[in-house]
């Protein structure tokens, strides 16, 4: 149901244990923890009474809600921060002790006698009972669907950013809570909750009915989440799955053992076993395709279920247990598409009706389609409709192969696009399925390929999100100016990746543009085999393959490929020798999929690669960087994200300067082993950008830093073991962003920061052990935006006087471990 995390009760229950604590403790703030503490006593029952009652609140109540759970998160912040302090500090004890009680009187207004609250309890009992008459009803209507119609996905035309959650969403048009979907969710939680002997059940669809729609609407289902105990696994299984790494992740889930890595043992199912587990657990598996995976991924487990979201049936597992989702009817496809197409509910009186529903019509019900189609058309002449109208009638009547006519259909849309960004969709299925595709490899790719500048590309991706082409998922901390491209990442719906390769796909295999692999597989398609005595044309070659040793690769020609992509999964990867016949290579993307470091082979085939812009790795191991015969004077850009470096980078022989001489931005990330940053940095004098991020062993930073003279950038943040800054820092004159958040045992900015006099921002979140700041802070003429943690906050705050141009941001504290789950 829809009420805040708070009406889950963990916050009121730990609220009321640090209150405990703080009575103990604390004489200062003992009286109002007390009264606070048996105000939230008496609320607890209340809260439970909502919690378990199934149905959402109005927006009026659930308003009143939210205020009153983040005031109550507020004090268990405040309560944490009381427990924390030490008793010596008498000044910060009254401050925290003033505070309390200010809060308190404001919780005891707010719920004014609980009566607010009593009444909410009774309001969801009615709601409840009202819900189940309901249900009966629906039953002896039968095909009959009462439902109202809209729902959340017409509160935004265009969902630009969404988190990760949200890229579950099938097509992202979010909560379609019409009465086809409305009914498929009453289907489906009636197999998984009120049938016992149905162990696994399915959800099977067309791709882009809105298959994954209903399962995560399932999810979100207050009586699915009080069944199962909140006790929910998602998983999307692709085409192309890492099953031992799934297998892992149920079987983690299932036992309560979630450290468990995909190289561990799954014991044998025994019924001595079988006895020790029976909580109830939900395990989704969304996209599969193939039989025998699904068949590894089912544990018949007591009190386990599992739901199976597919384009396919799989009789034999699944029986007659499934729900087939159904098109949408006609009055659901008009409100979806003028939703798209208009960013209303229905067809404006200055549209032609008749051309709207022609339209409409052709799209035959299909969720994806109607979207997609109307976010092309929105805002163009009423000629450009009759285009589109005309083109889609031409198609073939939509029966049995409706999904294979879909791309055709569908690519009326893309076809419609201006030339550069419709190229720019095509390359999108260089990426695999089901995959976060990197906005810092995606910039790179357009900007060499399309000769276009970085804001110029990411326009061209905002466009495409504003079409339903793609989905970007942001980062909590990404947004202005300083953010960095690595911050952010593109989805995409896997029947519009379908779509990018069907269009790229066309024609001879050797004059293609696009040389790509649909799905991961053991070997190179035989059609490159059959092709490999003429030269390939390629513009992009992506390749997306398992272990490869040298003997595994063809001889092939690439002399007019700009982008080569590398995906793959294995321990050990032998890098293609035809890398030697790529003389026009501007930009190296090798991602390894697997959980593991993957060792680099035949890294020196890299060494002639003069005319290379761009460098991406991503877990592997580099033991050696190769040897140049030339300096790499193009390279702008190196990004090292997960890799083992393993001193690489600090060889005695090793100068990145005259390796790299002309590099702008270095980016390493989450690479463990990297405990100081090579002297040789400091000398490459046309570095701008450096960030250094979630490297939880960088302990110290080069004395020279400060002869980075060019430098802008500077990310250091979430590097816990880095305990100062080097004095070298305040030397860095071109300085206008600074980065150290997450540095927590930082104590102290350098005394001479004011020198910095271009710095423009400083991100210092949860650093809070620097307490007090240097005089020369004053000096930083050109500072203007301060984001850190509250008790740093009252230190910046008493220099706002002396800079008055200075805003200090308190922003709310933001974790995530989504890169995990990769």
Same mark, same amino acid.
């Given at each position: ?616 790795? =991503?877990?592997?191991? #580099?033991?050696? !960087? /190769?040897?140049?015969?030339?300096? *790499?004077?193009? %390279? @702008? ?128 979140? =949860?650093?809070?052990? #620097?307490?007090? !700041? /240097?005089?020369?802070?004053?000096? *930083?003429?050109? %500072? @203007? ?38």
């Amino acid at each position: 149901m829809a009420v805040t995390d708070f009406f889950a009760g963990e916050i009121v229950v730990e609220l009321l244990k640090t209150l405990i604590s703080i009575s103990r403790k604390s004489l200062l703030c003992k009286p109002s923890a007390d009264q606070l503490k048996t105000t939230v006593e008496e609320l607890l029952p209340i809260i439970q009474e909502i919690k378990y009652s199934g149905v959402e609140v109005p927006a009026t109540r659930q308003f009143q809600l939210d205020r009153l759970s983040q005031t109550l998160k507020d004090g268990l912040e405040l309560s944490h921060k009381i427990l924390a302090s030490g008793r010596w500090n008498m000044y910060k004890n009254l401050l925290l002790a003033r505070k309390m009680e200010k809060l308190t009187k404001k919780v005891s207004v707010f719920l004014n006698g609980l009566l607010q609250a009593h009444v909410l309890a009774d309001v969801h009992h009615m709601r409840f009972e009202t819900a189940e008459r309901f249900d009966r009803l629906e039953q002896r209507l039968g095909s009959m669907k009462i439902g109202a119609g809209g729902g959340g996905w017409m509160q935004e035309a265009v969902k630009r950013v969404e988190m990760e959650e949200e890229k579950r969403v099938d097509g992202g048009f979010g909560n379609l809570m019409g009465m086809g979907i409305a009914l498929g969710k009453k289907k489906v939680k009636e197999m998984i909750i009120e049938r016992e002997d149905f162990g696994v059940v399915g959800i099977s669809g067309i791709g882009g009915s809105g298959k994954t729609t209903l399962a995560a609407e399932v999810c979100r289902d207050g009586q699915v989440i009080s069944y199962f105990n909140n006790r929910i696994l998602f998983l999307t299984v692709s085409q192309s799955p890492n099953v031992e790494q799934l297998r892992a992740k149920i079987w983690g889930f299932i036992s309560g053992s979630d450290s468990m890595g995909c190289y561990d043992v799954i014991p044998e199912w025994n019924l001595q076993f079988q006895c020790q587990i029976g909580t109830r657990s939900l395990v989704v598996l969304d996209d599969v395709w193939s039989l025998s995976v699904l068949e590894q991924l089912i544990f018949r487990v007591p009190g386990c279920k599992t739901l199976v979201v597919s384009r396919f049936e799989f009789q034999t597992v699944l029986n007659a247990n499934y729900y087939k989702v159904e098109l949408l009817r006609e009055n659901e496809s008009m409100l979806l598409f003028c939703h798209s197409a208009f960013g209303q509910r229905t067809i404006p009186l200055a549209a032609n009706e008749n051309l709207v529903k022609q339209i409409v019509n052709e799209c035959k019900g299909l969720p994806l389609a109607l979207k997609v189609i109307g976010a092309s058309l929105r805002s163009q002449p009423e000629m450009y409709w009759r285009s589109a109208q005309k083109r889609l009638s031409r198609g073939e009547p939509i029966c049995e192969s409706h999904e294979s006519n879909l791309v055709d259909r569908m690519a009326i849309s893309i076809n419609y696009l201006p030339e550069k960004v419709r190229e720019c969709f095509l390359d999108l299925g260089s990426f695999p399925e089901d995959k976060k595709i990197p906005l810092e490899v995606l910039i790179n790719m357009w900007v060499e390929i399309h000769d276009i500048d970085e804001e110029e590309a990411f326009a061209i991706l905002v466009e495409l999100a504003g079409r339903n082409l793609l989905t970007l998922v942001k980062d909590a901390r990404a947004g202005d100016m300083y953010s960095s491209y690595f911050e952010i990442s593109v989805t995409q719906h896997d029947v519009l990746r379908d779509l990018a390769l069907h269009l790229s796909n066309r024609g001879n295999i050797n004059v293609r543009k696009r040389l790509l692999m649909p799905k991961m597989d053991t070997e190179l398609p035989k059609e490159w085999e059959r092709n490999v005595d003429q030269p390939f044309h390629a513009q992009i070659v992506s390749i997306h393959i398992g272990e490869m040793k040298e003997m595994d690769w063809y001889r092939m020609e690439f002399p007019k490929a700009e982008v080569l992509i590398l995906n793959f999964s294995s321990k050990e990867f032998f890098l293609p020798p035809f890398i030697e016949n790529m003389p026009k290579l501007r930009a190296l993307v090798v991602i390894n999929y697997s959980t593991s470091n993957a060792t680099l082979q035949n890294f020196s085939v890299c060494s002639n690669l003069t005319n290379l812009r761009s460098l991406w790795l =991503e877990r592997v191991s #580099i033991s050696q !960087l /190769p040897e140049l015969t030339v300096p *790499l004077k193009k %390279l @702008r850009k190196i990004s090292l994200v997960l890799c083992k470096i393993n001193s690489s980078l600090d060889q005695p022989a090793m100068d990145l300067s005259q390796r790299f001489p002309c590099l702008l931005e270095l980016t390493i990330d989450h690479c463990d082993d990297l405990f100081k940053l090579p002297p040789s940095i400091c000398k490459m004098q046309s570095l701008k950008c450096l960030s250094i991020t979630n490297c939880h062993n960088l302990d110290e930073l080069p004395a020279d830093i400060g002869k980075l003279r060019s430098l802008q950038i500077l990310r250091l943040y979430a590097c816990p073991h880095l305990r100062t800054l080097s004095p070298g820092i305040c030397e860095l004159v071109s300085l206008k962003y600074l980065n150290i958040s997450q540095c927590v045992k930082l104590t102290c900015l350098p005394q001479g920061i004011g020198k910095l006099v271009r710095l423009e921002k400083i991100d210092m979140r =949860e650093c809070s052990q #620097i307490w007090d !700041l /240097p005089k020369s802070i004053a000096s *930083l003429q050109s %500072l @203007r935006h301060v984001i850190c943690d509250e008790e740093v906050s009252w230190s910046w705050k008493d220099m706002e006087k002396a800079m008055s141009d200075v805003h200090v941001e308190v922003p709310e504290k933001s974790f995530s471990l989504d890169w995990l789950l990769e």
